[in-house]
């Protein structure tokens, strides 16, 4: 079995510069049209980007979403992450602990409250792990870094193409209702890039769950990130299923009708006004992971909070020209679903 740290760094590796998108499925934003306002009667400077999730104030709707820890390179991305989402009053969310549970020794390299104070923090456990765990084995991961919620991946493609990944999902909706009804701490079903569909959602809702990050396809495919390290027949399955999910577009308008209090859009997710499409059709955030990893891995500090700038300006932007004044006038602007989009959303 390939050790923890290693994958962890293949995974950075290939997130930063290998060839992990999905080829032919997008996430089907470009479905969605926004109809212009030119007369808006908005200060763009007073355009407010603010709002509450998970009884945590952020500035702007935007979640840095789990990618790393247990390694010195995780470490440094993770303090440098959060201490933008600090700054600029984002979420952040930290990669799978799974490595604290079985080196007590890596806890630091996930270490962040120091530099992120007050903001929203998610923790982050795999579904099979967490199934494998006590409730009070999975508070004690939480307290440890000192999450405000924890997010429980869902990620079955990415396991089945992965040699050494888990093969049987049996008991995951029980973990989840289990987690829910005891942690103390908000749980968020996380998929990790290939989306959660209405029935999904529904199951969820019918066991309490609150929180969901949709994490749909037409970003990064961990199907392909799994499958350039692998060979023979787990290569060959990685080929074929590289393109699966459900778009991020199509997971959140489905997810977003089923009553969720939080619902982030994660996945492909590539700048400001992906998100104003994210919110029009119900999303409370927009969740980022691989741009912000590669604008901080090939620009430094500078580059990544440049890269923040520009998504910002842009969702502000988006708000100015249909007229929205807040997050909430965003929700309810005019839209047009066209096409692949719109067939998804019958379902
Ligand atoms: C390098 C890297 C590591 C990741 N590790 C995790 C993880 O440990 N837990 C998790 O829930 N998601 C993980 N993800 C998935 C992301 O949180 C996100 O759901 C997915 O990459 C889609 O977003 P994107 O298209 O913006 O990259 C990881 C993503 C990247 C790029």
Not at 41 to 55: M, N, R, Y
Not at 128 to 156: F, M, W, Y
């Amino acid at each position: 079995m390939a050790d923890i740290g290693s994958r962890k760094a293949d995974h950075l590796d290939l997130a930063t510069q290998g060839d992990v998108g999905f080829r032919n499925r997008t996430t089907l934003f470009e479905c969605v049209e926004l109809v212009h306002d030119a007369l808006p009667e908005l200060d763009v400077a007073a355009i407010d980007l603010s709002c509450t999730l998970l009884g945590k104030r952020l500035a702007a709707p935007i979640l840095i979403a789990a990618m790393t820890g247990g390694t010195e390179r995780a470490q440094r991305i993770n303090r440098e992450l959060a201490a933008i989402a600090e700054e600029r009053g984002y979420a952040f969310g930290l990669g799978s602990q799974r490595a604290i549970l079985k080196n007590r020794e890596s806890l630091a390299t996930y270490g962040v409250r120091d530099v992120m104070a007050r903001g929203l923090l998610l923790g982050n456990l795999g579904i099979v792990q967490a199934s494998k765990l006590s409730t009070a084995e999975v508070r004690e991961l939480v307290g440890l870094v000192q999450a405000d919620a924890l997010c429980i991946h869902l990620n079955p493609a990415m396991e089945v193409v992965q040699a050494e990944g888990d093969r049987d999902f049996r008991g995951g909706l029980a973990t989840l209702e289990r987690l829910n009804s005891e942690l103390g701490v908000p749980v968020i079903a996380k998929e990790t890039g290939c989306g959660l569909s209405g029935s999904v959602a529904d199951r969820l809702r019918a066991r309490g769950i609150r929180h969901v990050d949709v994490s749909g396809a037409g970003g990064t495919s961990w199907v392909a990130v799994e499958m350039h390290r692998a060979s023979g027949a787990n290569k060959a399955l990685g080929e074929t299923f590289r393109d699966w999910g459900i778009p991020t577009a199509a997971s959140v308008g489905l997810v977003a009708r089923r009553g969720f209090d939080t619902v982030f859009a994660t996945g492909g997710i590539k700048d400001g006004l992906d998100i104003a499409k994210a919110i029009v059709l119900g999303a409370s955030a927009g969740g980022i992971a691989r741009g912000a990893l590669q604008a901080l891995e090939t620009g430094g500090r500078a580059g990544a909070v440049q890269f923040f700038e520009r998504i910002e300006g842009e969702l502000r932007t988006a708000m100015l020209l249909v007229g929205a004044k807040d997050l909430a006038s965003l929700r309810q602007a005019p839209r047009l679903v066209r096409g692949e989009l719109a067939a998804w959303l019958t379902l």
